[in-house]
């Protein structure tokens, strides 16, 4: 055989192979959507952008009603007694109430603060350190992690298919007579991705149905003024109020956790977290991965006059002038992150038990 027929031969195999995989493609059936499910229609407020479903977790009316009875039931826990709702309550834009370090069923502490849960469809990486990649593999963080649920991922599975109606309601959504570790993860997804929140006083403003007192206003002017509070190059402003960006705020001179260093083996990344969004801000108190400061006082205070030259202090916070907010400006800007609670949001059944 020559060249050219051997070459030619090849492309023919290689063709037989693609029409040979794309015959399989079609007959494998796919598990996640299985017929007779109704389409969740997400109702996206007009302030934020449309949300992007991946297209391996397609959102159900039963998909996320399996997914929100899993949010709520402690059955995910090692001991039956904790689930995610303990430590992300609706009152609190599902925060942990007001403490610092969320207490695990083995009654220890963890190291970080707990995140709320708002728009996280809209988001890619998640926890302060963006150890998880994507909202799906998020979900077996806290049932493993040892000072949190603390539960065995075999555990779980055991006791969800032995479970009177559990193996029922996976079948209707995922089409299968097993519940696997998947499944889990992808119902829980589909109801975080519902837990929305965009009709805050400030959208009402935006959407022209509300206005701002003249604080709220001075509050904005601040937030955005690049010599006064700088805020919006980090938190910016509308839509989600961050761009999820990591970075260092100067919280410390040393670094104690590393952050997303953790995570990219990075030093230049040491002491960089995740940019949280400020949306419902004053209803989730204490602030920053460690939950160090008790009110928006103490973190504006932080961003003025605290933060602290380290190694990998953003440039943004290196540039600007200590001292630059007078105690009326902080009051001013508190006024203003006043307005991105959403009570709606706090309050709608469609996100309770
Ligand atoms: C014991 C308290 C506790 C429990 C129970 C818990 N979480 Fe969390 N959650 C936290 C803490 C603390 C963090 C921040 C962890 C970190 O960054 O290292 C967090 C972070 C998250 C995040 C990341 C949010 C973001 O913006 O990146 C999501 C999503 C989440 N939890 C969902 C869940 C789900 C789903 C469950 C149940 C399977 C759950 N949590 C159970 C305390 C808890
Ligand atoms: C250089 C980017 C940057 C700038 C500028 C910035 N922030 Fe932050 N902000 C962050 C990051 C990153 C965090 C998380 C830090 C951590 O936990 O270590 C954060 C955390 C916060 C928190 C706590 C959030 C929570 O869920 O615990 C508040 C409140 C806050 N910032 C408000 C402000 C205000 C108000 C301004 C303007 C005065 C401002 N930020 C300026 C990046 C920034």
């Given at each position: 055989m020559n060249k050219l027929h051997k070459l030619s031969l090849a492309i023919l195999l290689s063709l037989v192979f693609i029409v040979f995989l794309i015959g399989c493609k079609k007959e494998?059936?796919?598990?996640?959507t299985v017929a007779g499910l109704t389409p969740y229609v997400l109702q996206i407020p007009k302030s934020l952008p449309p949300m992007v479903i991946p297209a391996s977790n397609p959102m159900t009316e039963e998909g996320v009603a399996l997914g929100k009875q899993l949010f709520f039931?402690?059955?995910?826990?090692g001991d039956n007694t904790?689930?995610?709702?303990n430590c992300h309550k609706q009152s609190f834009a599902f925060s942990d109430?007001?403490?610092q370090f969320s207490i695990g069923i083995d009654k220890l502490p963890g190291t970080r603060n707990a995140m709320p849960l708002v728009n996280?469809?809209?988001?890619?990486q998640f926890f302060w350190d963006g150890g998880a990649a994507d909202l799906e593999s998020q979900v077996i963080g806290p049932i493993q992690n040892p000072v949190e649920m603390h539960e065995n991922l075999n555990n779980v599975l055991a006791e969800l298919n032995a479970h009177p109606t559990y193996p029922a309601l996976f079948k209707k959504v995922f089409g299968s007579d097993k519940i696997g570790t998947a499944m889990i993860m992808k119902a829980i997804a589909q109801y975080e991705r519902t837990i929305i929140s965009g009709n805050s006083k400030y959208d009402q403003v935006k959407a022209g149905t509300a206005s701002f007192t003249p604080q709220e206003q001075r509050g904005m002017n601040w937030y955005v003024d690049m010599k006064k509070?700088?805020?919006?190059?980090?938190?910016?402003?509308?839509?989600?109020?961050?761009?999820f960006e990591y970075r260092n705020t100067?919280?410390?001179?040393?670094?104690v956790d590393k952050g997303r260093g953790r995570i990219?083996?990075?030093?230049?990344?040491?002491g960089k977290f995740k940019t949280p969004s400020?949306?419902?801000?004053?209803?989730?108190?204490?602030?920053?991965h460690d939950g160090r400061f008790k009110t928006l006082e103490e973190c504006i205070q932080h961003y003025n006059v605290g933060f602290k030259y380290t190694a990998n202090l953003d440039p943004n916070l290196d540039n600007i002038k200590k001292g630059r907010l007078n105690p009326a400006d902080v009051q001013d800007i508190i006024a203003f992150l006043n307005t991105l609670t959403d009570t709606e949001f706090i309050s709608n059944p469609k996100f309770k038990k």
């Open positions: 494998t059936p796919t598990p996640e039931d402690p059955i995910l826990s904790m689930a995610c709702a109430s007001t403490i996280l469809g809209y988001q890619k509070g700088d805020c919006a190059h980090c938190h910016v402003l509308g839509s989600t109020f961050s761009d100067g919280l410390d001179s040393l670094t990219t083996l990075n030093p230049t990344d040491d400020l949306r419902n801000i004053a209803l989730t108190a204490p602030y920053m």
